[in-house]
């Protein structure tokens, strides 16, 4: 073989392997992992079901991406009328029912379903004292409320009278007066329990009548501005030198810091928990003694005092004053705008951390939904408003002038 042939040779053997190397380097066509793939996300939701048993109670709802772009990833919620979700993730109950609660990214999605299921963990009988004559039928009614203040409407419970002999009560919550006495009417459900007391007398069918009288005369009152009580030993009323107190007997003049002093409004939950404002600031009873537990700072000037616990008392004043006392601090709660319109809000009153109203000049009315103060009832009425009461969130009166 001549020595052209050979190279020829070597050469031709050198191509053909590096061409069946090359070959061997090359990715099959049919590999669905090789490089320029797309690779689809997934999302992974936790939990993939919850239960609320409040309003306004929250559960927060977390979201894997694996091979997709987690910064992209957006909640949504199939009913915002039952539950809403934010772009954390954090669901809010807003009514009983069923919700699925998604999470999506790059058209994959996951979901959860939540669930808002009411349960009751107060119940009043409302009111809780009443006074009837033979004959006559008093209506009650019984409320029950979630951990939130939120009424349970689907509670259910079973009312009972304590001595059918002088007043019998049927399931609609009606008290029929059969003959002079005293009698307990009771409502039961779910573990829980309220009462009511009924004194029936049988007075001829006369109506009755008022004797007014000065029963703190000698005490040296001024104009009274309120008065509040949790039995009758424990009456209070306020006048423009201070705070009296009836103990059953007589009325005296309670011992207040820096007295006298104007006192404008008073309310309490019971014998030891007893708020009063008036004089730029608000006062505290816990049974033994009366301290300052708000003092005016900046235009802030409180005139009455509501709350539906110790721990959730709400203080309403002039040029727009709305305080709020959780148990441990004061707080400035006035919403935008309250401060700015300069109104006088001349009383608060409400059914429970979920519902409260403020009420006061220029028809204005305030409303608490259990997280923010909103105006109502807008346009209504020009007049001032100056006192609120109910017996219920469905009962609520209004007067002014």
């Known amino acids: 073989m001549s020595e052209r042939s050979s ?9 053909i392997a590096v061409i069946i190397l090359s070959g061997c380097g090359k990715p099959d066509s049919g590999d669905p992992t090789g490089p320029g793939q797309p690779v689809t996300p997934t999302v992974t939701i936790t939990p993939s079901h919850g239960t609320l048993t409040a309003l306004r109670d929250t559960l927060p709802f977390s979201a894997v991406v694996t091979n997709g772009d987690a910064s992209s990833l957006q909640w949504s919620t199939s009913s915002a009328g039952i539950a809403t979700v934010d772009a954390t993730g954090r669901a809010v109950a807003v009514s009983n029912g069923t919700a699925t609660i998604t999470a999506s990214v790059s058209g994959v999605s996951a979901a959860a379903t939540l669930t808002v ?12 004292s009443a006074n009837a004559r033979v004959g006559e039928s008093v209506q009650l009614e019984w409320r029950a409320e979630d951990r939130n203040g939120f009424p349970v409407e689907a509670a259910e419970g079973t009312l009972s009278s304590s ?7 049927g399931a609609d919550a009606f008290v029929r007066a059969i003959r002079d006495g005293q009698t307990t009417i009771r409502v039961a459900g779910g573990g829980l329990n309220a009462h009511s007391t009924l004194t029936v007398t049988d007075d001829g069918g006369e109506p009755a009548t008022w004797a007014w009288s000065d029963p703190a005369e000698g005490v040296g009152t001024t104009s009274l501005h309120d008065l509040w009580g949790s039995d009758d030993q424990h009456v209070w009323a306020v006048d423009d030198e201070g705070i009296l107190r009836f103990d059953g ?17 008073i309310w309490g939950t019971g014998p ?12 505290h009873f816990n049974g033994s003694v009366w301290s300052a537990s708000f003092q005016r700072t900046g235009s802030a000037w409180p005139v009455r005092v509501w709350g539906s616990a110790p721990d959730d008392i709400w203080a309403v004043g ?3 004053t709305l305080l709020h006392y959780d ?8 919403p935008d705008g ?4 300069g109104v006088t809000l001349w009383d608060t009153w409400g059914v429970g951390r979920g519902r409260a109203w403020a009420v006061g000049d220029q028809g204005s009315i305030w409303v608490w939904d259990g997280e923010r103060w909103a105006q109502g009832a807008q346009g209504l009425t020009g007049e001032d408003l100056f006192a609120i009461w109910g017996s219920g969130p469905r009962d609520v009166w209004v007067v002014g002038a």
């Open 7 to 15: 190279r020829g040779t070597t050469i031709l053997f050198w191509l």
């Open 318 to 320: 002039r040029s727009g």
């Open 249 to 265: 007997m007589e009325w005296s003049r309670a011992s207040i810091p820096s007295e006298p002093r104007t006192i404008i409004g």
């Open 163 to 169: 001595n059918v002999d002088v007043a019998t009560v």
């Open 327 to 334: 148990g441990q601090v004061w707080t400035d709660a006035a």
């Open 272 to 283: 030891s928990d007893v708020w009063a404002a008036g004089s730029l600031e608000v006062l």
């Open 117 to 128: 299921a009411q349960e009751a963990q107060s119940l009043e009988l409302i009111p809780r």
């Open 338 to 341: 309250l401060k700015e319109a």
